[in-house]
T-cell receptor, first 113, second 114 residues
Framework: AQTVTQSQPEMSVQEAETVTLSCTYD???????LFWYKQPPSRQMILVIR??????QNATENRFSVNFQKAAKSFSLKISDSQLGDTAMYFC??????????FGAGTRLTVKP | ETGVTQSPTHLIKTRGQQVTLRCSSQ?????VSWYQQALGQGPQFIFQ???????GRGNFPPRFSGLQFPNYSSELNVNALELDDSALYLC?????????????FGSGTRLTVV
């Protein structure tokens, strides 16, 4: 089964602190792509960061970085210097065959002032 | 460049009715995917359209159908609405040649079935 598991339904962090969101996935494929999306109250899914499974180097985008452990099928997101605007639902996802993107159930992140 | 736009933003329908949701893809994008996001859950893949043909389908019954038009806009049609169809319906577009690098999502249509 191609599934994504996010084991933390809710998390909170103080402004300027660092937080890590967890994600594990299950697939028998070797070639796939992993994503973290942010969904604020506006409902639009916004791409935070992307990782190609064939790349060993962890992706980084400014304050956002991932820890990709392919053998363990783990893909965690680290947010550094958290800002109030980071408050949102965060979804981990992966895609096979360029059309069926599988999402986890999400983690609600609250950044506190 | 314009993003993905969806209409309407909210909709209330009665069980058994039919509904059509619309999506205008981002400029330059030729592929459209539809997702259903139930309350408190992640989005689930319904289907994808490329060159006006269905190009992959998730685990949804045939009463969920779609269309893609020559301008790459798309419709999602749901017949015989059930209470469990109440959800946020998201549209995402991309350019097939860049595929997974360029999915852009709209803000969704909130459908309530009563």
């Amino acid at each position: 089964a191609q599934t994504v598991t996010q084991s933390q339904p809710e998390m909170s962090v103080q402004e300027a602190e660092t937080v890590t969101l967890s994600c594990t996935y299950d697939t028998s494929e070797s070639n796939y792509y992993l994503f973290w999306y942010k969904q604020p109250p506006s409902r639009q899914m916004i791409l935070v960061i992307r990782q190609e499974a064939y790349k060993q180097q962890n992706a980084t985008e400014n304050r956002f970085s991932v820890n990709f452990q392919k053998a363990a099928k783990s893909f965690s997101l680290k947010i550094s210097d958290s800002q109030l605007g980071d408050t949102a639902m965060y979804f981990c996802a992966f895609i096979l065959n360029n059309n069926d993107m599988r999402f986890g159930a999400g983690t609600r992140l609250t950044v506190k002032p | 460049e314009t993003g993905v736009t969806q209409s309407p933003t909210h909709l209330i329908k009665t069980r058994g009715q039919q509904v059509t949701l619309r999506c205008s893809s981002q400029s330059g994008h030729n592929t459209v995917s539809w997702y259903q996001q139930a309350l408190g859950q992640g989005p689930q893949f319904i289907f994808q359209y490329y060159r006006e043909e269905e190009n992959g389908r998730g685990n949804f019954p045939p009463r969920f159908s779609g269309l893609q038009f020559p301008n790459y806009s798309s419709e999602l049609n749901v017949n015989a609405l059930e209470l469990d169809d109440s959800a946020l319906y998201l549209c995402a577009s991309t350019r097939a040649e860049t595929g997974i690098y360029g999915y852009t999502f709209g803000s969704g249509t909130r459908l309530t079935v009563v």
